[in-house]
């Protein structure tokens, strides 16, 4: 628990005792924004590469919530995220890979600090009908998983 985490907790409960959803988003992307824009603009980052990161990119967000209030559901928590969960290395390859993006990134060189979370919205995607437009980030920069 941190100080952030404990205003999205009090403010998810209020949404939930007036009946409304939760939407818990992983890290969300597109082109132009997301974490992979802001290491490629410092080309080297002092943060450990191995740490997960689950995402989701915008577009997917804003269909996943659209989804949600359709079904007129109400008291619920649901989660938004690709399952397909990378490390900031694995992010960062596939950046470089891509070729869509100007410059390069050169790497991480932390060592220290949390290994991250791996998000899984399997149970969301079945009870809503609902699938990502982007299966992954991967996918979405045209490369194959």
Same mark, same amino acid.
């Given at each position: 628990?941190?100080?952030?985490?404990?205003?999205?907790?009090?403010?998810?409960?209020?949404?939930?005792?007036?009946?409304?959803?939760?939407?818990?988003?992983?890290?969300?992307? =597109?082109? @132009?924004?997301?974490?992979?824009? !802001?290491?490629?603009?410092? #080309?080297?980052?002092?943060? *450990?590469? %191995?740490?997960?990161?689950?995402?989701?990119?915008?577009?997917?967000?804003?269909?996943?919530?659209?989804?949600?209030?359709?079904?007129?559901?109400?008291?619920?928590?649901?989660?938004?995220?690709?399952?397909?969960?990378?490390?900031?290395?694995?992010?960062?390859?596939?950046?470089?890979?891509?070729? =869509?993006? @100007?410059?390069?990134?050169?790497? !991480?060189?932390?060592?220290? #600090?949390?290994?991250?979370? *791996?998000? %899984?919205?399997?149970?969301?995607?079945?009870?809503?009908?609902?699938?990502?437009?982007?299966?992954?980030?991967?996918?979405?920069?045209?490369?194959?998983?």
């Amino acid at each position: 628990m941190s100080p952030r985490t404990d205003v999205l907790l009090k403010a998810e409960n209020v949404v939930l005792e007036a009946g409304g959803c939760a939407l818990r988003l992983a890290g969300l992307y =597109k082109k @132009d924004q997301g974490p992979h824009v !802001f290491w490629l603009s410092k #080309g080297t980052v002092d943060a *450990r590469p %191995d740490l997960i990161i689950s995402m989701i990119h915008y577009e997917d967000a804003a269909s996943l919530g659209i989804a949600i209030m359709k079904r007129r559901l109400r008291g619920r928590v649901f989660v938004g995220c690709d399952n397909q969960p990378l490390s900031r290395q694995e992010i960062m390859d596939r950046v470089n890979r891509s070729g =869509k993006f @100007d410059g390069k990134f050169e790497g !991480f060189t932390g060592t220290d #600090g949390p290994l991250g979370k *791996r998000m %899984d919205n399997s149970k969301t995607r079945a009870e809503i009908g609902w699938e990502p437009k982007y299966p992954s980030f991967t996918e979405f920069l045209g490369l194959s998983n």
